[in-house]
């Protein structure tokens, strides 16, 4: 399967267990949580998705803001960050892992074919599940060739540039309202289920949500989070309150 896809799947556990280690009650659980934290990290490190990297740590950012010890911890990941670009440039072997010399691998060619199309189409676009055939014709020739087959399924690898292409321009338009109404309705009511044990579970999904709204912009495999999360963000505080 797709990498990338594979990678956000195994993405989803890790805000849930950090967020269990930040804000878990039970010492006995947060040990195993810190253990399974720990080996999928590894495994979600292996699979070398940079989109799903964006998401993890776009989730690790929202979550540490609720933290009483935020400017600490947000000071570690500011280390954590210099030490890493250090080490990426210091050595040729960790640039050729994370593709740097590919810098966004073939999404400027696949950005650029989905603008085109949107500009010839703006309004309905050209119908779903259309992209993957007609990006062709809107591409350089000779890297069309090179792509053609292999690549053949390939989306826009940007969530809002395939529905726009593909719907037409209100698309995007009706994602980012959902998506903005999910965001306010998540940091309306976080703070007030802190005192509740499902608050790690609740902070989590609203981390998730938050994390692939950055990771669509770079891929389209994997990018819409699971009703699962946004159930969990629109009716957890009506349960909640309710009983």
């Known amino acids: 399967g797709n990498p990338n896809g594979v990678a956000a799947g195994i993405g989803y556990s890790i805000p849930i267990l950090l967020a269990y280690l930040l804000f878990g009650k039970e010492k006995r659980l947060r040990r195993y949580a810190f253990l399974c934290l720990l080996f999928i990290s590894i ?42 670009i250090f080490l990426v440039y210091a050595l040729p072997i960790l640039q050729e892992l994370l593709r740097l010399d590919r810098g966004l691998s073939q999404r400027g060619e696949i950005w650029n074919a989905a603008i085109k199309i949107i500009k010839q189409n703006p309004f309905f676009g050209t119908g779903p599940d259309t992209y993957w055939r007609l990006k062709f014709y809107y591409m ?37 309202i959902f998506w903005t109404y999910v965001i306010y309705y998540f940091f309306k ?44 963000i629109l009716k957890l505080p009506t349960v909640i309150y309710s009983s």
């Open 43 to 84: 495994i979600f490190l292996l699979w070398n998705s940079r989109a799903s990297y964006v998401f993890v740590f776009v989730s690790l950012l929202v979550m540490v803001g609720f933290h009483k010890n935020r400017i600490k911890y947000y000071s570690i990941i500011t280390c954590v960050i210099i030490a890493c």
């Open 140 to 176: 350089d020739i000779g890297y069309a060739k090179s792509v053609f087959g292999a690549k053949a399924h390939i989306s826009a690898h940007n969530l809002l540039l395939t529905r726009a292409a593909e719907l037409g321009l209100g698309a995007p338009v009706i994602i980012i």
């Open 189 to 232: 009511h976080v703070n007030t289920l802190r005192k509740y044990d499902c608050y790690y579970l609740y902070l989590a999904s609203g981390a998730i949500f938050i994390g692939q709204i950055f990771r669509s912009i770079f891929e389209g495999s994997g990018n819409v989070t699971p009703l699962f999360f946004i159930a969990i």
